[in-house]
């Protein structure tokens, strides 16, 4: 049987980590979120560099095993995952396919960045099931760490916002 993994090219990598998803919000591949930050390949080795939304991110144990789950299954035996936490990921890495995923998905996708110490309360987030602007800040915490948790004032429907880093 041939080894696949000396034929398989970087950019074949980054197209296979398309099917790696958040375990946290399952339409963004590890590709939308931003967070894969290189791939090495040295003939039957593998080592992928991947950057947490944030440190201490819970879900980077199954984004790693699901990476290297993927990659098994492509025939690497030599599989290193390296976390990078220098720089640190900013929301500006998602690509603009994931953030219409998330905005799909219920969740209203992350705006650019603001230092403002008020940055709640001066966001106007637009609801990802109406579309209207007239939202008001619930919590400055969500399901997630990652999100916080609004809620439409015409429609009347709770959703998450993904908050910017």
Same mark, same amino acid.
Request: proline share 5%; with cysteine; aromatic share 10%.
């Given at each position: 049987?041939?080894? /696949?993994?000396?034929?398989?090219?970087?950019?074949?990598?980054?197209?296979?980590?398309?099917?790696?998803?958040?375990?946290?919000?399952?339409?963004? +591949?590890?590709?939308?979120?931003?967070?894969?930050?290189?791939?090495? =390949?040295?003939?039957?080795?593998?080592?992928?560099?991947?950057?947490?939304?944030?440190?201490? %991110?819970?879900?980077?144990?199954?984004?790693?095993?699901? /990476?290297?789950?993927? =990659?098994?299954?492509?025939?690497?035996?030599? /599989?290193?995952?390296?976390?990078?936490?220098?720089?640190?990921?900013?929301?500006?890495?998602?690509?603009?396919?994931?953030?219409?995923?998330?905005?799909?998905?219920?969740?209203?996708?992350? =705006? +650019?960045?603001?230092?403002?110490?008020?940055?709640?309360?001066?966001?106007?987030?637009? %609801?990802?099931?109406?579309?209207?602007?007239?939202?008001? =800040? /619930?919590?400055?915490?969500?399901?997630?760490?990652?999100?916080?948790?609004?809620?439409?004032?015409?429609?009347?429907?709770?959703?998450?916002?993904?908050?910017?880093?």
């Amino acid at each position: 049987m041939e080894n /696949i993994t000396k034929n398989i090219t970087e950019q074949e990598i980054w197209k296979l980590l398309e099917q790696v998803y958040d375990p946290e919000i399952p339409v963004l +591949s590890v590709i939308d979120l931003g967070i894969i930050r290189d791939v090495k =390949l040295n003939n039957e080795a593998i080592e992928v560099f991947i950057t947490p939304t944030y440190s201490g %991110c819970p879900a980077m144990d199954v984004i790693s095993m699901n /990476i290297r789950m993927a =990659l098994l299954q492509q025939g690497f035996t030599t /599989i290193k995952i390296t976390q990078k936490l220098s720089p640190a990921w900013t929301t500006d890495w998602m690509s603009d396919a994931g953030k219409e995923k998330l905005k799909s998905y219920g969740i209203a996708p992350p =705006l +650019s960045k603001s230092f403002d110490i008020n940055y709640f309360e001066n966001l106007t987030i637009e %609801c990802p099931l109406c579309h209207s602007i007239n939202t008001k =800040l /619930i919590s400055q915490f969500g399901s997630t760490s990652c999100k916080a948790l609004y809620q439409c004032n015409d429609c009347k429907e709770p959703f998450d916002y993904f908050k910017c880093h």
